[in-house]
């Protein structure tokens, strides 16, 4: 038995606490800043607020002013913040992580950094520790509800070091967690953090169908496939034009998929497919927080600044720009199908 | 203009009457000794039995002994048969072919030769004309129905010869059909065939929560994510063992996704998935061609015979594997999740 301290109680960090308790250790959750009401809650009447599920009475619950003694003696530091959050876990979290104390991100994402280049969050956290610390990653397609709920799920854990991955899997995996392991860090955080962006693009799909047919007309799949081909092979060149394995796409594919049918990206997609220009549909989505919009502009950017030199040209990410011409210049759906006609000879 | 001449007038092969009819070619719409009735009723009334819409007027419909005629200063000829199909085609059609014709195959597949290798349909087909015929093929994700409601569709051609695969484009692609071409016939043709098998296998997980939860609970979507995500892995190490570009994974993952959704492969799955034996499942879908049933059969075999010795052992492909335990030895569902766990190291 180990001690696991999960620093973020959000939706996915606190839905982690049922693969780390149902493995026995004794599991800490910390709440952010942010998350102080959903830890008050919770300590009232055991349910959390926006995850709607009892967390286990062995639970342990603390504020972030608590933090020091909930690092004590763990075992393993999970990091479940959203992407909104990294900065803060980064200067307030990171320097305080003991030196051999593993950390576990649930954040998915690419950085953009001063020199254009993209990094992935986990490298980005390891420097900001100021001394050595093994910063891994989950990804892969998981809806927070269902993990609460032990649905057969399987995820991936990225990181450097072998060892330390597969130790943290043991310390996690269950008869309905189950895990894959890469040392592919760039690939694979490309892979997961762009399934955001892209999960919006196929969406619009669903809702031009609306806007043409009716709300309640019978959905259409070939422009929607059209689009999950597209995503696909426009990541399998970010994956190659960062440096990552090319077989790190697979970690795309089934993460894009769910992430399609659950939740708030879907959302924003359809209202974009609808023709909604983005401001309109953000009123509409008020208080969703929208990783997806994020991720698209941080990835879009750094491609148009045009800084490195060795990234391939926007023109090859025919839908990614659409996605950044509307979320950041005000156009509305109009879909480069035609653009999407690849050769490969 | 040129003359387009479809052999086979199934619900595939007759859809693609729009796209050639709207690009304002000569079409002749051949039906195989099967389509028979579907020829007839056609000629009556215009409107297709299966694909439920009405053929353009100008579509020129022949009986399978008509063939000769059509085939009379043709310039393409597209291949509208099944996998069920191909043998007829094989030895009826292709020794008819005049030298210079280029062939478009709407069936995916993969043969099992005697040797125990897996060839594509494309390349099997070119052999039995008996003389140099270019045999090309379509694939990706397209839902008849919605091709004949010129709904935007981005599919493939594969084929050796990339001219000729740019003269067939030019023939065919409209502002709604969208055609990428590769060279990688292999790689191509695993992703395509394959598709129909593991969308069984993601269905599986819809059966298994209607049998958990009742027909009519919610779906769950990490499972089903699960499955996708297994499934692209094993066709993507099905692509590198049979000698196909890693990258035209690309053309598995959209045609997965549509076929999920589309059809007889998904109600073959969920099925399986509420626990029925196969035969039991057969029987309630009688009637239905069950391409996805046959490709997994015909791959499983090659890969248990160990004729192969390049090939993988079965033991990478547990999915498939256990579709083979339930479609050829009467196993119920069991997924074997923890196998699904991999490595990257």
Redesign the interface.
Known sequence: MSIITIIGAGMMGSAMVFPASDNGHEVRLVGTPLDRSHIEAAREGGVHPTLKRKLPDKVKLYQAEEMEEALEGAGLLIGGVSSFGVEWFGAEVMPRVPEGLPVLMVTKGLIKEEDGSLASIPDTLARQAGHPVSVNAVG????SF??ADR????IGFCGRD?QVLREIKALL?TS?Y???????VTGFECAVAMKNAYALGVAL?IGMNEAENGENSP????????????S??EC?KLIRMLGG???????F??????TV??GRTRQIGILLGRGLPFEEAKELLKGVTLESVAIAGRVSEALLSGQKKEYMSPEEFPLLMHIYEMIARGATVS?P??L??????
Request: overall charge negative; cysteine-free; charged content about 25%.
């Open positions: 892969g397609p998981v809806i269902e993990l649905k057969q799920t399987l072998k995996e309905y189950h895990i894959s392991l890469t040392t592919d799909a959905e259409k799949y070939n422009p929607q496939a059209a689009l999950f081909e597209e696909t092979r399998q394995k090319e077989e790190s796409i697979v970690f594919a089934g993460d894009l998929y769910v049918f659950g879909i199908w035609q999407f006609e690849a050769e490969t000879m």
